[in-house]
């Protein structure tokens, strides 16, 4: 079995399809930095679905068993179901997932299921319009993202929702939240997290899980923990007893760095061992065989990436410390928007 230096294996391939959005929320693409003016990648600079499908096909032979689209918004891709279909006729995956706004998927839910894609991850910060609006940074009514919701249960999409916590922003509906939407998906609360450079990501922003969890709670709910179905999972869960989940995310106040089992390769071909990273390593241009070089064989781009996964060592958010927190996390790191989240 591949693992890395600290012994985790390699199970999660997660993989950004464009680096545009529909959506220009704070914590991730602030419109005072990606603008009107904002030069996105060019179309040829990205990987096309057959380069995609061989990376993947790589990485499954590596171990990957789950494999999630992300962006960017991935359904701003053209012709997305057909890379859908690709991966999930890979032999050995086991889940096909997509992160995404949910605005477009009124129209893209009912074709992404029958291409294969297993379930969705929808990002919902507010119910409250004023909020959500200054939140997403355009002023987008939560309601469209409710619809997305909708078709994506319509369709027999598994659904979970994610919800960014910022004390002081969005952290006084909390409850009113979860208790609207806890019959539709579990929600997940994730903390507040210093990714990318232009967030203005700070410690007095995020609102630990503990507390999220007791603002939850309020007089009449008491949560049990759930005990994880698999090594690595992301979201420590909790049941109220009644049927209903909440996931609490704590990049921050507790660390899950010593099971992350996830790789993550961006629109242009460049792989990330850490969602916090500053730097990864091109395979676009070893598949294409830029610059004059002659293109890996299978068998190479394997040999490569798995060189990558034995050296390394990434844990960002446990050494992420008092330091760290006190510069405001500015250490230069790849954007959200090129590698999901």
Not at 286 to 304: F, N
């Amino acid at each position: 079995m591949l693992a890395d230096q600290l012994g985790r294996p390699l199970r999660d391939l997660r993989i950004s399809v464009t680096d545009r959005c529909n959506l220009r929320c704070t914590y991730c693409m602030p419109a005072s930095v990606f603008g009107p003016d904002y030069a996105f990648l060019p179309r040829a600079e990205l990987l096309s679905f057959e380069e995609i499908e061989r990376l993947a096909r790589a990485f499954v032979d590596l171990g990957v068993r789950k494999l999630r689209v992300t962006g960017g918004e991935p359904t701003l891709r053209r012709d997305l179901p057909e890379l859908i279909g690709r991966l999930s006729g890979i032999a050995g995956v086991k889940d096909v997932a997509m992160t995404t706004n949910g605005l477009l998927l009124p129209r893209l839910a009912a074709d992404l299921k029958a291409a294969g894609l297993n379930r969705v991850t929808v990002s919902i910060d507010s119910l409250d319009p004023e909020v959500f609006g200054r939140m997403n940074g355009l002023g987008t009514h939560p309601q469209k993202v409710l619809d997305g919701i909708e078709a994506a249960l319509t369709a027999g999409l598994g659904v979970k929702i994610n919800t960014v916590v910022q004390r002081g922003v969005n952290d006084a509906g909390l409850r009113g939240l979860w208790l609207a939407l806890r019959d539709l998906a579990p929600v997940r609360f994730i903390e507040f997290m210093d990714v990318g450079n232009h967030n203005g990501w700070n410690m007095d922003s995020v609102v630990p899980s503990r507390e999220v969890l007791a603002r939850l709670a309020g007089e009449d709910t008491h949560f049990s923990p759930v005990n994880p179905e698999y090594r690595g999972e992301v979201a420590a869960r909790h049941t109220d007893g009644q049927g209903h989940e909440v996931g609490l995310i704590s990049s921050v106040t507790a660390p899950f760095c010593g099971d992350c089992s996830r790789a993550r390769l961006s629109a242009v071909g460049t792989l990330y061992t850490c969602l916090f990273a500053g730097s990864g390593t091109d395979l676009r241009g070893p598949l294409r065989g830029e610059g004059g070089a002659v293109p890996l064989t299978d068998a190479a781009l394997r040999e490569l990436v798995a060189g990558i996964w034995a050296a390394r060592r990434d844990r960002y958010s446990e050494e992420r410390g008092e330091a760290t927190a006190a510069s405001g996390g500015r250490t230069a790191k790849v954007e959200m928007s090129h590698i999901g989240g």
